[in-house]
């Protein structure tokens, strides 16, 4: 097993965490050797952000994203940069409450889901997106377990908020299964 996921959007999404629960969720709960990066432009909130994380079962022997199996897209302007840029045979999930253009791929799924307004009106706080659309990739690609990811988000969410983050990321896991069966359905 080999995946490279590349998470983008903008500063301010919680994109910068949530390389880092999936990163944890990989490699410390089930067992797999991860690498895990992140950029972000200089705005910092409200500007370009991006996190990489790299899964194998085997020696990682470069640690960059060269050909994402999964790009997850929180924003218009991560679709622009980053969304024709998924090799044939993987998933774009991108967040339609934010993105209105969908990218030209050839070979590659598209799934396209509510994430921000999930976490706004179904789970309650906006804030929680991030959480959701962690949820929705695991739902979509089973490339952590459920049960890892659950462990590393409450290992790294804030104390007080470990019932609002399971919320989000059991939606999003609910509707991103919901989405990929929908999907493999002709």
Known sequence: MYK???????????????????????????GYNVIQTQSY????????????????????DYPKVTSPD???????QACDKYGNQVKTGGIVLLDDTNV????VLDGASIIALPITEIARHDVGRQVVANVVA???LVGVSKVVTPEALEKAVLSRVPKGTEDLNMKAFHMG??????????????
């Open 134 to 136: 962690l949820g929705a």
């Open 70 to 76: 999964i790009v997850l897209i929180m924003s218009e």
């Open 4 to 30: 490279e996921i590349r998470l983008s959007g903008t500063g301010g999404q919680g994109l910068i965490l949530a390389g880092i629960i999936l990163a944890e969720a990989a490699g410390v709960y089930d």
């Open 100 to 103: 209105d253009s969908r990218p």
């Open 41 to 60: 432009g200089p705005e910092a909130r409200g500007g370009a952000s991006r996190a990489e994380v790299i899964i194998s079962d085997s020696v990682i």
């Open 173 to 186: 896991l609910e509707r991103g299964r919901r989405a990929m069966t929908e999907h493999e359905t002709p």
